[in-house]
């Protein structure tokens, strides 16, 4: 059973930059795709980025392209979201999770973490 556990969220001013990781309980981290995903008030959570086993990136929002990286450090099963020139309607909970595969699917993972809220704003 996997666990996720995400952190640097936060408050950042508009332009800003934050850098959002994720840990991993369990093991064969390595053989999991890695996605994150984003939650705004009031509206269903939607795939944001996913890095494959083989480290190809899925953006799956057009609004992030440029603006977010995804990285993993095998070893310390983590990964990260680099989010830059942060606007606000990237104000959500951002969450992780993994899967065989990337997909831009909610339903096609099993596991995720709490969230971590990022909120954009002056």
């Known amino acids: 059973q996997w666990q996720l556990v995400e952190s640097g969220g936060g408050l950042v001013q508009p332009g800003g930059s934050l850098r959002l990781s994720c840990t991993a309980s369990?093991?064969?981290?390595?053989?999991?795709?890695i996605g994150w995903f984003r939650q705004a008030a009031g509206k269903e959570r939607e795939g944001v980025i996913c890095l494959s086993t083989w480290y190809d990136t899925s953006t799956y929002l057009d609004s992030v392209m440029g603006r977010f990286t995804i990285s993993r450090h095998n070893a310390k099963n983590t990964v990260y979201l680099q989010m830059n020139n942060l606007r606000p309607e990237d104000t959500a909970i951002y969450y992780c999770?993994?899967?065989?595969?990337?997909?831009?699917?909610?339903?096609?993972?099993?596991?995720w973490g709490q969230g971590t809220k990022v909120t954009v704003s002056s």
């Open positions: 999770t993994l899967n065989d595969y990337c997909s831009r699917r909610r339903t096609d993972y099993e596991h």
């Open positions: 369990g093991s064969a981290f390595k053989d999991y795709a």
